[in-house]
Nanobody, 124 residues
């Protein structure tokens, strides 16, 4: 089973940027698609972005398209989420997760191992 550790969260003003990282260990990172989810207080965990095992394909929620960029470095076993033009509604705990082999959707049910999350707070 893979272990995932997120970092890079923090407090930023609206319009600012943050880059989240997710370090993976314990399994061959490059074999699996990866994703980012977020969960705001009192709300469900929702899909943010995903990337294929090779990094050739990426997918985004409409709410972040054009502002966030997912990427990965398989040599470093690390997943990234570059977040630009941040808005107060982006405030949430952000989680990385590995996508189950053969997954067909971006539901959280199609993702297996999860990190502990990193808090992102965007002030207005």
């Amino acid at each position: 089973q893979v272990q995932l550790v997120e970092s890079g969260g923090g407090l930023v003003q609206a319009g600012g940027s943050l880059r989240l990282s997710c370090a993976a260990s314990g399994r061959t990172f490059s074999r699996y698609g990866m994703g980012w989810f977020r969960q705001a207080p009192g709300k469900e965990r929702v899909f943010v972005a995903a990337i294929s095992w090779s990094g050739d394909s990426s997918y985004y929620a409409d709410s972040v398209k054009g502002r966030f960029t997912i990427s990965r470095d398989n040599a470093k076993n690390t997943l990234y989420l570059q977040m630009n033009s941040l808005k107060p509604e982006d405030t949430a705990v952000y989680y990385c997760a590995d996508r189950l082999l053969g997954a067909q959707t971006f539901s959280y049910l199609d993702f297996g191992s999860w990190g502990q999350g990193t808090q992102v707070t965007v002030s207005s």
